[in-house]
Structures are given as C-alpha cells and as structure tokens.
C-alpha cells in the first residue's frame, strides 16, 4: 500500500471547539493533550519540531509514533510500568496522569549529534567534561562510547533545555538520591533492552530521551513515548561501518534528517527557520515508517485522513470525557 496524504491534509490538531467540550486542553509542541482528571489523552499531532520550534506537518507522524510507542511500552512493561491505559485510535493514547519528574533522562551510546545539548556538538567545541563525563582527545562524531552514559536536562517549558550531570540531578534537589538510583537503572535496563531490539531489526538505537513520572502509589512509570524516531536517534546497522569508512554520516531513520537538511541550508537554529518543504516532510515520513515497520515487523497500517473526523469520534466515545451539555465529568 502507498503512503500519500499530502502536507496540506496532515493533521495539525484537534480543534478548539472539541477541546472545549472535552475538558483542558494543553497544547504541547507535538501533541495536544486534554486533561481528563487522573487521565490524560495525549493526541499525537503531524506537528514536527525541531530546534524547539514548529517546522510543519509530516503527514503519519502522529499514528506511527503513537503507535510505535504503545508497542514499546508493551514490550518494556516487565522492567517499567508504562503510563498507557488504551489506544482508541492509531493518534490518541489514553495515559495515567503522573507527576512527571522534571528532568529529560538521555541515554547515549555514540559521540553525535548536531544540537546545542548533544555530545558531538560540546566535543567539538573543545570541551572534555560534558554532563559530568570525562571524555578522551582524539574522539571522531559517532564514535561509539565504551558504555552508554546518562546525559540529564531539566524539562524546559519554554526555550531550550539545559544540560545537568547526575550528579546535579540529585544536589540541586531535581530529583532525590533514592529515586534517582532508580531511575538511572531502571533507563539503562530499557536502554539495553531497546539497543537488542533495534539491533535484531537492523537497527541501531543510537541515544534516546525517557520522561519518569510519579503514578498512583507513587510508582515510577514510564510516560510520554519510548524509543521512537522523535525521541531516539535511529541508524540502518548495515551501513553504519561502510559510510564511516568513507567519511559519510549514517543513514538516519529519525529526526536528524531534519535537522542536518536545515544545518546544510545554513540554518544554525538562530533565528526563525524556513518552514518544512513538501520534499523535506514526505523524506521523513518515509524514514519514520521504514522505522516502525523495522522495529514492529509489521507494515503500517495508514490510517484514514483527514484524520480529525475519526479522532474526534475516538475522543467523544471516551467514558471520562466531559459533555458539552451534562456537565457530567
Ligand atoms: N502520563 C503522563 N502524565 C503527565 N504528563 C505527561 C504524561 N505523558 C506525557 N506527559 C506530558 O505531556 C506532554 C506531551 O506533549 P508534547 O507535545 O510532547 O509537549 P512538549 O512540548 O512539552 O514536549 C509533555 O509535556 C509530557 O511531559
Ligand atoms: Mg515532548
């Protein structure tokens, strides 16, 4: 089956009036979220951002990620409980509400990246000591690390997130020593178990950026998504060696695409960028689904677009959602 929903019938998000009858409505970046008392259902948009911006739509964004993201969240269910209460439609996700913690856990396995918070990017400017990690000289970009390291930022709710060391984490009072622990052990074992996963499916999970929260009887969980190509950088392994051997960067199934096609028009993330081209937005399209599929082993089901008619009535069948008119919640 072929993949063709151009830009202009992307879903951008649900409209205000639903929002309005649903209950509170939170638009994130890439995800609108209506607050449904101790649950949330996050509605996975087309929205892609980078460089903490909107660029446009990228038509199945939402669906695979949303559904890439349940079916991770399954999969790690044994090491972390997972937020996921249903999956009413491939967009929308109906989550625990949690307390989430206020730092990004990053989990790296390569010296990459093009961002300001991204180890590459340090390492090249000179600097040796990076979230509280010792680094050697003489270090190329992708070079693999002996083992994967925990690079935490704060969750900035506007402007960039900032880099901490663990050590920070726990002494500027972010999160407490006891929790943090586990925290730290409990990313490393999805980590671990995501790099098998990826790897079996001719993949490599490069770094990745996991949201905590606090459920009921304050129990760590696993929210927001997991291991997908928005919050993951993902390499084609078969090509990883041979591309570095000529100097060539590896082929990217994630957002990176992005944001190297923006870095080779000049674009520095000063400034406000050009918006996606058509081009730009379908090349990511294919790269994501060329993820899911691998990952998945499964071919993508695309859902029906415009995608606000079968959105709106998953939204509407939702026992906890507020009714216009009964005032019911
Ligand atoms: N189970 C959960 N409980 C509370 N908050 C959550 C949960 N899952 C995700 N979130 C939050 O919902 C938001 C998802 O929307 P997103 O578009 O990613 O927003 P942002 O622009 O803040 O990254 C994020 O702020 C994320 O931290
Ligand atoms: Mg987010």
């Known amino acids: 089956m072929t993949v063709a929903a151009?830009?202009?019938?992307?879903?951008?998000?649900?409209?205000?009036?639903?929002?309005?009858?649903?209950?509170?409505?939170?638009?994130?970046?890439?995800?609108d979220v209506i607050d449904l008392d101790d649950r949330l259902a996050l509605v996975a948009t087309d929205r892609l951002s980078a460089f903490d911006r909107v660029l446009g739509l990228v038509p199945f964004?939402?669906?695979?990620?949303?559904?890439?993201?349940?079916?991770?969240?399954?999969?790690?269910?044994?090491?972390v409980p997972s937020h996921v209460v249903a999956v009413p439609d491939p967009n929308?996700?109906?989550?625990?509400?949690?307390?989430?913690?206020?730092?990004?856990?990053v989990v790296r396995s390569r010296l990459t990246g093009s961002t300001s918070t991204s180890l590459w990017t340090m390492y090249e400017a000179g600097e040796r000591r990076i979230y509280g990690i010792d680094f050697p000289d003489g270090m190329a970009k992708n070079d693999p690390l002996p083992r994967p390291v925990i690079t935490p930022t704060t969750k900035a709710h506007t402007g960039h997130d900032q880099p901490l060391s663990?050590?920070?984490?726990?002494?500027?009072?972010?999160?407490?020593?006891?929790?943090?622990?586990?925290?730290?052990?409990?990313?490393?074992?999805?980590?671990?178990?995501?790099?098998?996963?990826?790897?079996?499916?001719?993949?490599?999970?490069?770094?990745?950026?996991?949201?905590?929260?606090?459920?009921?009887?304050?129990?760590?969980?696993?929210?927001d998504e997991v291991h997908t190509p928005d919050s993951s950088r993902l390499w084609r392994l078969a090509t990883v060696e041979s591309r570095?051997?000529?100097?060539?960067e590896p082929e990217s199934l994630d957002k990176e695409i992005v944001r190297l096609a923006y870095a080779a028009g000049g674009y520095r993330g000063e400034g406000s960028p050009e918006p996606l081209t058509p081009a730009l937005a379908a090349e990511t399209t294919g790269a994501y689904r060329?993820?899911?599929?691998?990952?998945?082993?499964?071919?993508l089901q695309p859902a029906a677009y415009p995608a606000e008619t079968r959105i709106e009535a998953a939204l509407r069948a939702m026992p906890h959602a507020r009714r216009a008119g009964n005032g019911a919640r």
């Open 61 to 79: 964004r939402g669906q695979i990620l949303n559904q890439l993201s349940a079916w991770w969240f399954e999969l790690l269910g044994d090491i």
């Open 290 to 299: 060329q993820a899911f599929e691998a990952l998945t082993g499964a071919p």
């Open 166 to 223: 663990e050590a920070a984490v726990v002494s500027g009072g972010w999160v407490g020593a006891e929790r943090w622990g586990e925290v730290r052990s409990v990313a490393l074992a999805l980590f671990e178990r995501g790099t098998r996963v990826a790897g079996d499916a001719g993949l490599v999970l490069v770094d990745t950026k996991y949201e905590f929260g606090i459920g009921p009887g304050g129990r760590l969980t696993l929210i």
């Open 244 to 248: 570095r051997r000529g100097g060539l």
């Open 6 to 31: 151009s830009q202009d019938r992307a879903f951008a998000g649900i409209s205000d009036e639903l929002a309005a009858e649903l209950g509170p409505l939170r638009r994130g970046k890439v995800r």
């Open 92 to 105: 929308v996700a109906i989550v625990r509400k949690c307390r989430p913690l206020p730092v990004e856990v």
